[in-house]
């Protein structure tokens, strides 16, 4: 099964998306790590893009988390579900602030071999603020998952929508006894 996990920044979506990967013994591909270079420099679209489709290609079967909207065409085009990790604003605000915080703290490589690092000021206190990204994308990107659902040109894949910790235990349960 392929599956991509998506949702606002500080969802959760990575954390769900590795629960399922090693529950169902397949690969975990995370977006940040195939974009983020050293120094915080992005990857241009067009390495993006065949970085994403070698890895996709590599196994019949993976757990893919992020957005990347214009990935779209590559990591859709061939999923079985999208799942939506879309809990509230004010717990998806939350969940970001402290795990900034413990990435701050703790001087966490976020991809290994980048030197990327969370700081307090890069966290709290930039134009770069993963907090403020959150804010600003919480409700946009609501409206385009929503219209995913609804848009023809994707009624191949099954959505999920998860809005409660109770409802990706259930998901997990349930692609467990589908295996």
């Not at 599956?3 to 990575?14: F, L, M, P, R, V």
Request: proline share 4%; charged share 25%; with cysteine.
């Amino acid at each position: 099964m392929k599956i991509n996990i998506i949702g606002t920044s500080g969802s959760g979506k990575s954390t769900l998306a590795r629960r399922i990967a090693t529950k169902l013994s397949v690969p975990h591909i995370e977006m940040d790590r195939l974009y983020w270079r050293p120094d915080w420099q992005g990857t241009p679209d067009p390495e993006l893009f065949d970085k994403l489709e070698a890895i996709l290609s590599a196994s019949p079967d993976w757990v893919l988390d992020g957005n990347y909207n214009r990935t779209r065409p590559i990591k859709w085009r061939n999923v079985d579900m999208v799942v939506w990790v879309d809990y509230g604003f004010t717990r998806t605000l939350w969940q970001a602030v402290t795990r900034a915080f413990k990435r701050a703290w703790n001087k966490q490589e976020l991809w290994p071999g980048t030197g990327n690092c969370e700081s307090f000021r890069r966290s709290f206190f930039s134009r770069e603020s993963i907090i403020i990204w959150t804010i600003k994308t919480w409700r946009s990107n609501r409206e385009r998952y929503e219209a995913d659902l609804r848009n023809p040109q994707y009624s191949h894949i099954k959505f999920v929508r998860i809005t409660t910790r109770k409802q990706a235990e259930s998901l997990i349960s349930s692609l467990l006894s589908h295996r």
